[in-house]
């Protein structure tokens, strides 16, 4: 026996120790490898987010986990309904085991389940593996489960959220992941629960706790997963999807919450289809949100401030100026220019300012409004003014004859034509922007300043419109909410907040005409004003200089930066330009 054990033991020190997969202990371990042994065969993707699951056993797992949601959906009457809403949740690290481990507490018979969900799997599940991050135990005494026909495999979405609304959302994460061995810290929770079931106590095992940070990044994911069953008109997953997205919110503080709230508001406006109301139909109560909206950050007041410069600058030496206004609003952006008139060498010139608005829905004339305001503050300054105000349903309804421009004599006009956020608008009627820049070029403007958003959302393909509003305006919102830390005035935030939600609303739910927020990038306005006949005019330094100081102003937000890009100013948060201000004039051509 003797001879026997130490031959055995010289055999080992002769030949090093071998894995199962057949690699000795010397072989260095892999760059996802965490120290564990015996890993072989472990989906990668998962095993970083800190999860053990075999590649071969992912079918398995999916099936416990619908097993384990739909188990707990059919105990409301147990006396253990709490569990499917207030489950303590332990490190599933090994799933398979936590699972079987759930399933057997609960003493539940498995559930058959659809051969749609346990079949093949669904290709491209490696494309959802970040939103494979999180567990959810949901309440749901009606378990629905629905065809799935996109890239995403569902099944990968722990507790089959995916499929069925979620009332409380776990995310587990590999580095943020914290064990508590206390048992005052994890015992209460489990005795609670052994009372209510009448079974003994439980011994404390390792908790969780909730990141939410992991669960945004969840909650982008499954807004994009949304739009892509939307997009391929998938709806009844578009509508499961929908519901997740506001659990998922629910974590959430701040931008984040409020962007996906407008955004999932927005899809399932167009899952049902209702469109929302035009904004031309309640024209007062958006004025009364850009208000709002200009008060909070400084995107408005840039807008006005190098639009004005370069109207200043083109006013130079003129003794009679005329302004046609395309986006009046409450006239917020003349006293500004009014001022710098009254005190311009040489004395200020006379002003005609010309406004265009939309008609009220309760026949009140807010044009003429805002024209007494403007006239008693001109009286004020000092500046000779005058006024005309015209309605109509679109800009495209204009003609150049009814501006009433007086272009030759001594009484010539030196004109100016201003747009801030309102050429956008016209994209959704066919031919409508090139009959308004042809109205344009007939009044003969020295100086014409445009101002729009920096975005892209006018394409064709819903999918790549959603993105891209998405992300512009979930920057948009982030700095919203860093002026909002500075604000006492908290009603400025939320209606800022509605304006901007509004715009979400059309960009995703609207199509055709209906949908009027068609926002494109300086470059294809360059494009669109350059074959209108216009050249570009540099706006100069000290627009520039003014705008850097306008920021200044803004105390705590000091991620707003403004640049020069091709003689157009953009003002942006962070790496992100969100409005561009662009000056134009007559082609030499054209003059």
């Not at 709490?82 to 699972?99: K, Q, R, V």
């Not at 209460?188 to 969780?208: C, K």
């Not at 953009?570 to 992100?576: A, D």
């Amino acid at each position: 026996g003797k001879k026997k054990r130490k031959r055995k033991k010289k055999m080992k020190r002769e030949h090093p120790e071998t894995k199962e997969d057949g690699c000795s202990s010397k072989c260095p371990k892999s760059m996802w490898d965490d120290g564990d042994q015996g890993n072989s065969g472990m989906d990668e993707l998962l095993a970083v987010l800190g999860y053990k699951v075999k590649s071969s056993e992912m079918a398995d797992v999916a099936q416990k986990l619908e097993q384990l949601e739909m188990a707990m959906g059919t105990v409301q009457d147990d006396g253990i309904s709490h569990l499917s809403c207030d489950t303590i949740h332990y490190n599933p690290s090994d799933i398979s085991g936590w699972l079987e481990s759930m399933l057997s507490e609960i003493n539940t018979d498995p559930i058959t389940t659809s051969s749609s969900i346990h079949g093949n799997p669904i290709p491209g599940h490696h494309q959802s593996s970040s939103i494979a991050s999180a567990s959810s135990v949901a309440c749901a005494p009606h378990p629905r489960i629905f065809e799935d026909n996109s890239e995403y495999d569902l099944r990968l979405i722990p507790g089959i959220a995916a499929y069925n609304p979620s009332d409380s959302t776990t995310v587990y994460s590999n580095k943020r992941t914290k064990h508590h061995d206390n048992p005052q810290i994890s015992g209460p929770s489990v005795n609670s629960a052994a009372r209510v079931t009448g079974s003994e106590p439980e011994p404390t095992r390792p908790l969780v706790l909730f990141d939410s940070q992991d669960t945004g990044v969840r909650l982008v994911h499954t807004l994009m997963a949304c739009a892509e069953a939307v997009h391929s008109d998938n709806l009844k997953l578009a509508d499961t999807f929908l519901k997740q997205i506001g659990l998922l919110a629910v974590s959430q503080v701040g931008a984040m919450r409020k962007v996906a709230t407008y955004f999932a508001e927005a899809l399932a406006r167009r899952i049902y289809k209702i469109c929302p109301q035009p904004s031309s139909v309640d024209s007062s109560y958006s004025d009364v949100l850009l208000m709002h909206f200009y008060q909070t950050c400084p995107y408005l007041k840039f807008a006005h401030l190098t639009a004005n410069q370069a109207i200043f600058d083109a006013f130079a030496g003129a003794d009679r100026v005329h302004v046609i206004d395309f986006s009046m609003k409450q006239g917020m952006q003349w006293p500004a220019l009014m001022q710098d008139l009254a005190v311009r060498p040489g004395g200020p010139p006379v002003f005609t300012l010309t406004a265009i608005g939309p008609p009220q829905t309760d026949n009140t004339d807010a044009l003429q409004q805002v024209g007494w305001k403007l006239a008693q503050f001109a009286d004020h300054v000092g500046v000779e003014f005058h006024y005309r105000g015209f309605v109509c349903d679109s800009l495209a309804d204009l003609d150049a004859a009814m501006l009433d421009i007086k272009q030759r004599g001594p009484v010539g006009e030196t004109v100016a034509v201003n747009s801030v956020f309102e050429l956008h608008r016209l994209l959704a009627r066919p031919g409508a922007i090139e009959k308004v820049l042809a109205t344009v070029r007939a009044v003969k403007p020295k100086i014409v300043t445009v101002v729009e958003q920096e975005a892209n959302h006018n394409g064709p393909v819903f999918l790549e419109r959603f993105n891209e509003a998405l992300y512009y305006y979930s920057a948009m919102f982030d700095s919203l909410e860093a002026c909002g830390l500075r604000l006492s005035n908290s009603r400025d935030i939320v209606m800022s907040g509605a304006y901007l939600g509004r715009q979400i609303c059309n960009v995703v739910s609207c199509e055709g005409e209906e949908r009027v927020e068609r926002h494109e990038s300086m470059g294809q306005w360059r494009a669109r004003m350059e074959s209108s006949g216009f050249e570009p005019v540099h706006l100069g330094s000290n627009a520039f200089k003014k705008s850097r100081m306008l920021l200044g102003f803004v105390a705590g937000c000091d991620g707003y930066r403004v640049e020069e890009n091709s003689g157009c100013l953009m003002l942006g948060w962070y790496t992100r330009p969100l409005i561009a201000t662009s000056a134009w004039r007559l082609a030499s051509a054209a003059r």
